[in-house]
């Protein structure tokens, strides 16, 4: 009997200690390099993400990263509401948002991991393939409205804005650091996702998308090929004689292609968990290398670059 009891009480114990545990909430405590995370992410960086997570979870079995690809704006919002500790988007916290984390009693960290551009691609048709920092200031502020006011001799007629999600990274960049603050014109439209922007330029000759490059980066990816072949990518060029450059990792290096933005992962889990982890392995040696392997640019490792060729 006494070694029945025994037993039953070691099997007891066995079952605390591998019962995971948990925070006021009720959510699962992580570690560094285990249990279950979810990380909300900008939709536009979702083939980078993905790869990601594929390879930190093959390297760390204990691990569960569960990703939710959502606009920016919902993204901080619900890390505003405490409902996710962990987002990957376009920009860090501003002071009214960090404030919130401050009454707290810290300041979630925001960690660069790579340098993204945002692409404006054309229907595959359209030879109007360069244009000017300044054109496209005016076509986000609304002042240039038709093709021809680009090309005179373009038949193209009203020109159509094309975006992934009212709420996304790249409708606020487009906004505050392009056109100035400007308002968008009424010819700007949101989709869903930065696919649906693809696919709508590839039916559409007067329309213009603005997407995530990292869309169209990764030039080994078969699903990028096809992008590719869908669309067209215009060059920009700094001024009006100038030569034009593509979002293309070569230029983001050197400066040429002028609409260029920073990755952050911001983790708010204010201790030594998953979060941390999963901003550790993107931001050292395996997560840069997947940036560079991307046609992104690493945020934290040098990168050196031996010849820039034209695409």
């Known amino acids: 009997m ?18 995971p545990k948990r925070d006021k909430k009720g959510r699962e405590i992580d570690g560094p390099t285990t249990g279950k995370l979810t990380v909300m992410v900008d939709e536009g960086y979702k083939p980078i993400v993905e790869t990601s997570i594929d390879v930190f979870d093959s390297i760390y079995r204990l691990a569960k990263i569960d990703p939710l690809y959502v606009s920016e704006g919902e993204a901080i919002n619900t890390l505003l509401k405490d409902s996710v500790q962990v987002i990957i988007i ?17 300041v ?3 960690t660069p991991i790579a340098h993204d551009a945002v692409a404006f691609i054309i229907h595959p048709e359209n ?23 680009l090309n005179p001799k373009s038949k193209l007629g009203n020109i159509q804005l094309v975006f992934d999600n009212a709420l996304s990274g790249t ?22 996702t930065n696919e649906e922007v693809i696919q709508y330029v590839h039916k559409n000759k007067h329309a213009i998308g603005i997407i995530a490059a990292n ?20 060059d920009i060029a ?23 933005r920073t990755v952050y992962i911001i983790n708010a889990q204010g201790r030594k968990g998953l979060g941390l982890g999963f901003a550790s392995f993107l931001a050292g040696d395996s997560g840069q290398r997947i940036v560079l392997k991307a046609g992104l640019v690493p ?13």
């Open 299 to 311: 945020a934290q490792a040098p990168t050196r670059l031996i010849k820039a060729t034209r695409k």
């Open 90 to 106: 376009t920009r860090k916290l501003n002071e009214t948002e960090l404030s919130y984390f401050k009454k707290r009693g810290f």
């Open 171 to 192: 409708v606020r960049y487009a906004q505050d650091s392009i056109a100035q603050g400007a308002p968008l014109p009424s010819t700007a439209y949101a989709l869903k």
């Open 2 to 19: 006494r070694k029945i009891l025994f037993g039953a009480v070691a099997i007891m114990l066995m079952l605390v200690a591998c019962e």
């Open 108 to 110: 979630p960290p925001s």
């Open 215 to 234: 869309w169209i980066s990764d030039t080994d990816d078969k699903g990028v090929q096809k992008f590719r072949q869908d669309i067209r990518i215009a």
């Open 127 to 149: 030879r109007d393939t360069v244009f000017t920092v300044a054109q496209i200031r005016d076509l986000l502020s609304g002042k240039i409205k038709k093709w021809a006011e």
């Open 238 to 260: 700094k001024e009006a004689g100038k030569e034009g450059y593509g979002p293309y990792q070569a230029y983001l290096i050197t400066g040429d292609y002028p609409f260029k």
